[in-house]
């Protein structure tokens, strides 16, 4: 192969890799595979991105890396023909409010700008387009003021802007312009030029003409000519003391109102010109919400008041309840629904008609609006804010209904649609839109390069399946499957070539129905001229690469080694892959031979669910079995689980919220009594956590040693027994264990803290031993060699054993968790919440927790799940891994489609009745991996 066609790596160390010498091909989808541990991400992110990333920053000048950071050079002995790199990174999902859909695919940057060149205003009362007007409209305006008062032409060339502004005046006074306005006062350029404050506002209008109106419309029409040259859109008039304002666009006279000018700031929900000020921008605001303070089929007695009934020694502090109601004749034994609407009002809106000396007297004030009064009080009485809070919910803003804008952004129009109007259309209807748009010559000369900039995006979003999102959809909405897709997308979008991208995962939350969508993706990219350097563990991706690169055999230590190279046919046919095998069908993960009943009586019942683009759905979860809800991305899953079952489980467990909301909950016979929810964010990276640390393992580990006698004799605590603390650890190196050169223009460089030789603790903390070994010999052992070691703790032994069954046997207990792969850390999260002893009436929340997991961990993940529901617990998750989905008691698919087009559920069973399900496309994969017709 010629050289200019490989991307040549000798002698790659970095981690666990041992010297690798490999060559990859450019231009290709190349997956690379392997357990959990093996060296993938050493590979691919450690070794080859980071080369690629600092390289780029090398080329820059000094100055320009101060401000980006020194990259350290990966431990490589050589690396050729390397590409320009680029990381589209996993599943980091952006939780700023104002980041949305149209902002991360930069469709909504292109819709400002063809707003700001050809949409229309539009009448805010008629709702009519607002015509331009011309020169001898805006004449005939002034033509109306007093005839025979003197008037200033005035050509506004500043406004409310900081600076000096020195050269304008000096090109003002060259053009013969000498007289001038500068804020309201009248300024003569022909001697010394003003001098004004930099960091204060300023208006700036030059003076063009001074004339008497008297119908002298030559001298009017070629100075408002000449105001209009110098400042294109307005001409202000000064008359009597009084500023007349004139647009030469848009301008209608009722009430001042003025059309402001186009221009993009107008259209950005991140700007002050466009915002909408009641929520800022954001479209939402905190507010109490009645649903969370009433419930209609109770009595105040048996808790319809929700605050009162729950809080009564706090709320009893801002309103005597009993009192108000003896007084407006309320019976509190009567169901709120039952009550006279006219009582009912009076209870919860009655407001105080005349306020003496400002005094708030709530017993003549109802339930809401004494909260609502107390919510918006500066002063915390009480904590009294902290409790209303409970009764606060997110809900659309009043002002703009969720828009962002303000008024007069939403005055433009495209074909009778404002810019958000756009937005909340889905991907599917705003292509058909734009393709359907009919516009003049003049409007195409201006759009025609900024329609196809948002045509081709949104063909691209349409292509892998996300047709039916909205611009307008928050970030922290989306599933990681979608965010991975849009950057995707973008990546098509800029049809760059001669690129190295790295993907971690890019199957991670898809079913395989959007899998297949997105590898056509990532052979797009490839088709572009582009390297594609793909980890992934999907068997379908795999399939679709043009070659694998395995790493193994094994984790950690004893992984990082190339175990198989080639096409997938080659590797199918290669006995020491361990994919290879799985891919053949020579090792396969089972059916369990009798799958767990289900007790009619042991159920999670949830009612009339419509939060999101569920539809009002009614579902009966299982207790004491493993349920799997799946479905394609965008129909519902995530909202289902997490929005749904989750917090309104939590709910009614501590009774601080009411029942009475779009959706209802029955837990029979009480048998949930502890929730555990695993979701797939990552475990922090801190400098010092590592595997006991996250366990809490340490703290047990620590008081063993502070209890031996010569630690007592010393008079040394737990505390001394820590790397956090100076009593007990190496303070050269903080308990870092190693150091940190600056090399200021070149990246930093760490070396072992030449102290305590990379133990973190001080000599006389290492002399303090249990069972013959040092608190650093301990944090040196494997897992294997302390589940031997402390066989006689059950707690730490508990811990270890599930750590060695989930296949992590070969992590060293203070092996930082920088060096860990995110599969590593995903199956230490999942451990570290199985090992609990009594799991009897758990309920266990999954989210994908296949994320990062080979087949062989995906083998010994389910062969835990199996244990703990025979101990009587319920695992409820979220999954696309069809190895998972086969394993399941009870399948939950959601469907058909995404967006407005899911939301229903299109079968529900084990997986034998899923798979006779013709609309379910689960069912539909389900019979090919079990060789069903």
């Not at 110098?230 to 006279?253: A, E, R, T």
């Not at 193994?552 to 199918?572: C, D, H, K, L, N």
Request: glycine residues 6%; hydrophobic residues 35%.
């Amino acid at each position: 192969m010629n050289n200019n066609q490989i991307i040549k790596i000798r002698g790659a160390k970095v981690n666990n890799l041992k010297n690798i010498n490999l060559d990859i091909p450019k231009f290709k989808f190349i997956v690379v595979t392997g357990i959990s541990g093996s060296g993938k991400s050493s590979l691919v992110f450690d070794t080859l991105y980071q080369e690629g990333k600092r390289k780029y920053i090398e080329s820059l000048n000094s100055y320009s890396r101060q401000f980006l950071g020194n990259f350290e050079k990966p431990d490589v002995d050589q690396i050729e023909g390397l590409c320009p790199a680029i990381n589209i990174k996993k599943r980091i999902i952006s939780y700023n409010p104002r980041s949305t859909v149209g902002t991360m695919t930069e469709i909504y940057d292109y819709l400002r700008l063809l707003y700001t060149n050809i949409s229309v205003p539009h009448h805010p009362k008629t709702k009519q387009p607002i015509k331009n007007q011309n020169l001898e409209e805006i004449m005939e305006q002034i033509l109306k003021l007093n005839l025979n008062s003197k008037i200033f032409i005035l050509a506004p060339i500043v406004e409310k802007e900081k600076g000096t502004h020195q050269k304008l005046f000096k090109q003002f006074l060259k053009k013969g312009f000498d007289r001038c306005i500068i804020d309201q006062k009248k300024i003569s350029l022909e001697n010394d030029l003003p001098s004004l404050e930099k960091d204060q506002y300023h208006d700036i209008y030059i003076v063009i003409d001074r004339m008497e109106i008297n119908n002298n419309k030559e001298r009017l029409y070629d100075s408002l000519n000449l105001a209009f040259s110098l400042v294109p859109d307005k001409v202000f008039i000064l008359q009597d003391g009084k500023i007349h304002k004139f647009y030469h666009n848009y301008y209608f006279s009722e009430k001042e109102f003025v059309i402001p000018k186009r221009e993009m700031r107008l259209f950005s929900f991140n700007n002050t010109h466009g915002i909408c000020t009641n929520c800022q921008g954001l479209g939402v605001k905190n507010k109490l919400d009645p649903n969370l303070i009433i419930c209609l089929d109770k009595s105040i007695n048996e808790g319809g008041i929700v605050p009162y009934f729950y809080y009564q020694n706090v709320y009893s502090q801002i309103h005597d309840l009993k009192t108000f109601c003896q007084h407006n004749n309320i019976d509190m034994n009567t169901p709120l629904k039952k009550l006279n609407p006219k009582l009912l009002n009076i209870l919860l809106y009655r407001k105080q008609e005349n306020l003496k000396n400002n005094n708030f007297d709530s017993l003549n004030t109802g339930v809401i609006n004494v909260l609502e009064h107390f919510y918006h009080q500066k002063n915390d009485l009480n904590n009294i804010n902290w409790f209303i809070n409970f009764f606060v919910s997110e809900q659309k803003c009043d002002s703009c209904l969720g828009a962002r804008l303000n008024e007069k952004a939403l005055l433009f129009k495209i074909q009778n649609h404002n810019i958000y109007e756009l937005s909340k259309l889905s991907i599917k209807e705003l292509l058909d839109f734009f393709l359907n748009l009919k516009l003049t010559d003049e409007e195409k000369q201006k759009s025609d390069l900024i329609l196809q900039g948002i045509i081709d995006r949104l063909n691209f979003l349409k292509d892998i399946g996300l047709n039916y999102l909205t611009l307008e959809r928050c970030s922290a909405t989306l599933s990681g499957g979608e965010i991975q897709r849009i950057r995707l997308a973008n990546q098509i979008g800029a049809k760059l070539s001669g690129i190295l991208y790295t993907l971690d995962e890019p199957s991670i939350g898809l079913h395989p129905k959007d899998n297949e969508k997105l590898i056509k993706a990532l052979k797009t990219i490839r088709n572009l001229g582009n390297t594609l350097l793909v980890i992934e563990n999907d068997p379908n991706t795999i399939l679709s690469a043009d070659y694998l690169i395995e790493l193994g055999p094994q984790a950690g230590e004893q992984g990082g080694q190339i175990i198989a190279y080639g096409t997938p046919e080659e590797i199918i046919k290669n006995k020491k892959s361990l994919t290879g095998q799985y891919l053949s069908g020579k090792k396969i993960i089972n059916v369990p031979e009798k799958r767990n009943p289900i007790n009619p009586q042991k159920i999670i019942q949830i009612r009339n669910v419509s939060e999101n683009n569920l539809k009002n759905i009614d579902i009966d979860f299982p207790l004491e079995i493993l349920t799997v809800i799946t479905g394609v991305s965008g129909s519902g899953k995530s909202t289902l689980l997490n929005q749904i079952l989750k917090s309104n489980t939590l709910e009614k467990i501590s009774y601080h919220k009411n029942e009475n909301i779009s959706n209802t909950f029955l837990n029979k016979h009480n048998s949930i009594k502890k929730i555990i929810k695993i979701i797939p964010s990552p475990i922090g990276k801190k400098t010092k956590s590592n595997l006991i640390t996250y366990t809490k393992i340490f703290d047990y580990i620590r008081n063993l040693f502070a209890s031996t006698k010569e630690a007592k004799l010393k008079g040394y605590t737990k505390s001394h027994f820590s790397f956090n603390n100076k009593k007990g650890r190496c303070e050269h190196c903080s308990g870092e264990g190693i150091t940190k050169i600056t090399m200021h223009f070149l990246p930093d460089v760490s070396i072992k803290c030449v102290k305590c030789k990379g133990q973190k603790f001080n000599k006389e903390i290492l002399k303090i031993k249990y069972k013959n070994k040092n608190i650093a010999e301990i944090l040196d052992m494997t897992v294997s060699e302390a589940l031997i070691f402390f066989n006689n703790f059950t707690f730490i032994k508990n811990h270890f054993q599930i750590l060695k069954e989930i296949g992590l046997d070969y992590i060293r207990l203070g092996q930082n968790f920088k060096t860990l792969s995110d599969g590593e850390l995903q199956k230490i999260k999942l451990a570290n919440e199985f090992v609990k002893t009594n799991v009897q009436n758990t309920l266990y929340i999954l989210d994908e927790p296949t994320i990062g997991l080979h087949s062989e961990d995906v083998q010994k993940l389910i062969k835990i799940i199996h244990h703990i529901i025979k101990q009587k617990a319920t695992v409820i998750m979220v999954e696309h891994n069809l190895d998972i989905i086969k394993n399941a008691d009870y399948i939950i698919d959601l469907g058909p489609e995404g967006g407005n087009n899911g939301g229903y559920i299109i079968a529900k069973g084990t997986p034998e009745e899923i798979m006779q399900k013709p609309k379910s496309y689960t069912g539909q994969y389900l019979k090919k991996i079990l060789n069903l017709k």
